[in-house]
């Protein structure tokens, strides 16, 4: 798509939020990473639509895309979702995204090896505008008591909520050759009974987790701009988490950075 130009384009009191929406800024890319899970407990949840804890891949892999139902089928004259848009990195932490034909509670695996999957979404659906189940991004090799849902939680690396068409996911991999500067997080739940404690974690690669912030919400949004951005290297893998403190609650969460081509 054509970018029109604008005073902001050659001028220097343009809005810089503005440039980098539009693609103006050399070298400059804008990620707002979201996610929800909706029973946060009194342990530390990864915020994202599968719930309980996040577990990262150790090795790139192909992944084993699926639903829980049968309308999501590539069927266009079906209801749900035809073809489903996966976006990652690859074994070098470089950006890759392929997009498969759905099969309903079947089976279809990716032809690109995933070490990292930054979000799915629906491409193209059918009468149903969306996806009509659960979809799943995970590890091939696995086994489906149930149709279309993997076995082994941990080997589930995202989900698209019925009919939500998009992942809803709130952790995200610098990928290589970019530096990413934070400039901003928030968190919020409606629960009006259980403050939550949220933890903004970072690990480079090959390293541990370390805590970069934690902050408590209570039936509110709260947001945190950083005046000055924290800068985090290439490969290192980013997360929000969740700590209840009496029961299980609904959490909101999102982070926004500045990647910048080192």
């Given amino acids: 798509m054509a970018i029109n130009p604008s005073r902001s384009k050659y001028g220097t009191d343009g809005a810089f939020a503005l440039q980098l929406a539009r693609g103006q800024i050399y070298n400059h890319t804008h990620v707002h990473k979201y996610g929800f899970n909706a029973t946060v407990s009194t342990g530390d949840d990864t915020i994202w639509l599968q719930e309980g804890d996040y577990t990262w891949s150790s090795a790139a892999s192909t992944l084993s895309i699926t639903s829980s139902s049968t309308d999501d089928d590539g069927d266009p004259v079906g209801s749900g979702a035809l073809t489903v848009t996966v976006e990652g990195l690859d074994a070098n932490y470089n950006e890759i995204s392929e997009t498969v034909t759905m099969n309903g509670t079947t ?13 799915m979404y629906v491409a193209t659906a059918g009468t149903g505008l969306t996806n009509a189940g659960v979809i799943y991004a995970a590890d ?36 290589a050759g970019y530096t ?11 629960n009006g009974t259980n403050a939550t404690t949220m933890t903004l974690r970072t690990r ?8 970069k912030d934690k902050f408590i919400v209570f039936k509110d949004m709260l947001t945190l701009q950083y005046p000055v951005p ?20 609904d959490v909101a969460a999102n982070f926004d950075l500045i990647l910048v081509k080192n």
């Fill in 180 to 190: 990413a500067y934070l400039i901003q997080v928030a968190a919020g739940s409606v």
């Fill in 204 to 211: 480079a690669e090959g390293g541990a987790f370390r805590t």
């Fill in 230 to 249: 924290i800068e985090i290297a290439e490969k290192t893998d980013i997360e929000m988490k969740g700590a209840s403190a009496l029961s299980t609650t």
């Fill in 107 to 119: 089976v279809v695996n990716t032809t690109a090896l995933f070490l990292r999957t930054h979000r």
């Fill in 140 to 175: 091939t090799g696995d086994t489906y008591t149930t149709p279309g849902v993997p076995n082994t939680a941990t080997g589930i690396r995202s989900t698209i909520g019925a009919g939500e068409g998009q992942t809803l996911q709130a952790f995200y991999t610098v990928p």
